[in-house]
């Protein structure tokens, strides 16, 4: 194996693909649009986030836009996934 | 395949493997103590933190630790994520 790719781990192999989806989704603007978060939430978080009504993504739309430019930028994105990871870990993991 | 398993996405997997790391080092009272801490980074975090010096984990552990219980819980560590994950998507998409 050459010594110039280091070994990842499965945490770090985590985050690249968490910004992988971002840049997948955002094209080289490096935004989310509305639609562009619509289409990412419906292909990649489906099993975690079900949005049926327009007005449930407005408002979504609306939480994370903290800066109120009309987009999504990649620091207001990552507080989307940490907010639906610490949901799911309260799902999987029950307090006692 | 059985259609008791759906498909989860890279996403989605990213996801879960965060929380499976988080419980892997909380164990049981599903906090980090400041020596679990260390060792959740020094293993999966390699990459992309270097903790050198005790003094360097001890500022990190209490900007972390945001209710100054001493632990680490989930909410507090993925805090840490999405700012380590923030600060590898700035190195590789660098501001045009």
Redesign the interface.
Known sequence: MPDTL?A????????????Q???QYSGQK?NLKKADLKELIN??????IKIKENDTLDKLFADLDQNGDLEID??EF??L??M???A??EL??PKV
């Open positions: 280091p990842v781990s499965d945490l770090e192999s985590s985050m690249l693909t968490i910004i989806t971002f840049h490096s292909n990649e978080m489906n099993n975690f990649f620091k990552i507080a996934i940490a639906v990871t610490s799911c870990n999987f993991v």
